[in-house]
């Protein structure tokens, strides 16, 4: 996972299971936006033009890479994970009286340049394929190129033209796809949303906050102090339920990565903790 060298962005587990401040490494990722303006500005590839066949060879790498995780026992272990009745109930509870739940997918990464990427994006594909109540999928990353832009809409996916900052108000029930990003993306969606009842229509799959919470106690960590306000805050309303990678395969697309899912009462309960 690629990030800034001032911020901790993701915390990444080392060889020993211990936690490690991820930094830059060289050469291995193209270069990474930092999320500084909340302006919302309008987005269009930075390379107009497409590539008929980048976009067949990608088309079929993601075939593969879906093919590869639906008969996965990480998959597997996944969806039983889903179908429990705890989750199932917050999943529902989330939905109220409505039949889909749109997706939104932030920070998702190039699919062409990495397999991470792709396989966080087969998975949100196979979990719209699963469940029926999961309804449209749009995505955004600002370094999406023109050719994983159409290959995302080919997948039945629509791109987002507007970088929105991660500040999407779930003006209806929303299931955030956020897998590793940066805190602060996290946080400015908490912040567009902190709301009783907003709150309640969201799903978020990303960075376990748990982890976020025990970084700022173990390290008293004053950077992640202050671009995850928001995350500590609401850790008190939220339930979390982590995932298994199960197998090697599947550890650096999804390794501590949770559900959560937001259940505050009071807004003034809320305003207490930011
Ligand atoms: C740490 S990377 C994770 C990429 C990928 N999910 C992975 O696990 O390898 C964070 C991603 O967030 C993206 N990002 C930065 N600002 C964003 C924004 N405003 N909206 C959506 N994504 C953003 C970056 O371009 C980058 O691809």
């Keep these: 996972m690629a990030a800034s060298a001032k911020t901790l962005t993701i915390a990444d587990r080392t060889l020993n299971g211990g936690w490690t401040v991820v930094l830059p490494r060289r ?25 008929p066949i980048r976009k067949s060879k990608l088309l079929h790498k993601m075939q593969i890479c879906m093919n590869k995780i639906e008969s996965s026992s990480f998959y597997h272990t996944l969806m039983d994970q889903i179908q429990t009745p705890e989750i199932l109930g917050h999943f529902y509870r989330v939905l109220d009286s409505e039949s889909k739940m749109q997706m939104v997918i932030y920070g998702i990464g190039s699919i062409e340049s990495y397999e991470t990427p792709r396989l966080q994006l087969s998975l949100a594909i196979l979990l719209k394929k699963k469940f029926c109540w999961i309804g449209d999928i749009e995505v955004f990353d600002p370094i999406l190129s023109a050719t994983e832009s159409q290959v995302l809409e080919a997948l ?14 779930a003006q209806k029930p929303t299931l955030f796809f956020m897998p590793h990003c940066e805190a602060e993306l996290y946080d400015n969606l908490l912040r567009a949303n902190w709301g009783v009842e907003l709150l309640n229509r969201v799903v ?37 339920f982590r995932i298994k990678t199960v197998s090697d395969d599947y550890f650096g697309a999804f390794h501590d990565s949770s559900w959560h899912f937001f259940c505050p009462v009071l807004e003034t309960e809320l305003q207490q903790y930011i």
């Design 156 to 169: 039945g996916c629509s791109v987002i033209s507007v970088n929105e900052q991660g500040q999407r108000r």
């Design 204 to 240: 978020l799959f990303g960075n376990s906050f748990e982890t976020y919470e025990q970084h700022v106690s173990e390290f008293k960590n004053s950077v992640v102090v202050d671009s995850a306000r928001h995350v500590l805050g609401i850790r008190r309303f939220t339930k979390e």
């Design 27 to 51: 050469g291995r990722r193209k270069h990474l936006p930092r999320i500084r303006s909340l302006e919302q500005q309008p987005w269009a590839p930075s390379d107009l033009e497409t590539d």
